[in-house]
């Protein structure tokens, strides 16, 4: 199976910072990889998708790049809407698998 | 709209049975793989299984084969996962998720359910 590390698990940052996660697979994944937000007691819901393309209605602070073993999701300036937990997909091969989570959090 | 909307979440013992529905709405149903994702509670998403546009092709997390089974009624626009042996473990959200594109089988999930809680607990 494919393992994903997110790295940090947990981040403290401001309205308008710049931040980035990263998450790496355990072995090459080309760019089957997707990125996801989740609030508390909602669904998850898809921000970027083949690494780096943005789904419809995402706003562009957020961007994603990377393939391989090593992918990053950026957001430009974070606004209050965007506090929340967000988890890295990889969709190579089955079992699809998801990173634990990184957890961030208004300073 | 698409609309995905669970139900058959509950309090069962362990060792028990239970099947959850995904009605699902606003998109060609057969066309598209659909899965099941579960998340336990303050914890992170664990995909569980999928099955493939018309039923074909069924995957499954190691965690749960043999255990659950997944299935669709593609005249019911309806995707169902069948838990049998429930362990306290298998206590979770249970979100049904659609695939982002028609006709394949491995993909990234555009629309999710609200989700239906499962408690396995005596």
């Known amino acids: 199976d494919i393992q994903l590390t997110q790295s940090p698990s947990f981040l403290s940052a401001s309205v308008g910072d710049r931040v980035t996660i990263t998450c790496r697979a355990s072995q090459g994944i080309s760019s089957y990889l997707a990125w996801y937000q989740q609030k508390p007691g909602k669904a998850p819901k898809l921000l970027i998708y083949?690494?780096?393309t943005l789904q419809s209605g995402v706003p562009s602070r957020f961007s994603g790049s990377g393939s391989g073993t090593e992918f990053t999701l950026t957001i430009s300036s974070l606004q209050p809407e965007d506090f929340a937990t967000y988890y890295c997909?990889?969709?190579?091969?089955?079992?699809?698998?998801f990173g634990q989570g990184t957890r961030l959090e208004i300073k | 709209e698409v609309r995905l909307v669970e139900s058959g979440g509950g309090l069962v013992q362990p060792g028990g049975s239970l099947r959850l529905s995904c009605a699902a709405s606003g998109f060609t149903f057969s066309s598209y793989t659909m899965s099941w994702v579960r998340q336990a509670p303050g914890k992170g998403l664990e995909w569980v299984s999928a099955i493939s546009g018309g039923g074909d092709n069924t995957y499954y997390a190691d965690s749960v084969k043999g255990r659950f089974t997944i299935s669709r009624d593609d005249s019911k626009n309806t995707l169902y996962l069948q838990m049998n042996s429930l362990r306290a473990e298998d206590t979770a959200v249970y979100y049904c998720?659609?695939?982002?594109?028609?006709?394949?089988?491995?993909?990234?999930?555009?629309?999710w359910g609200q989700g239906t809680l499962v408690t396995v607990s005596s």
């Open positions: 083949a690494a780096s």
């Open positions: 997909q990889q969709l190579n091969s089955y079992p699809i698998t």
């Open positions: 998720a659609k695939g982002f594109e028609a006709h394949n089988p491995i993909i990234y999930f555009d629309y």
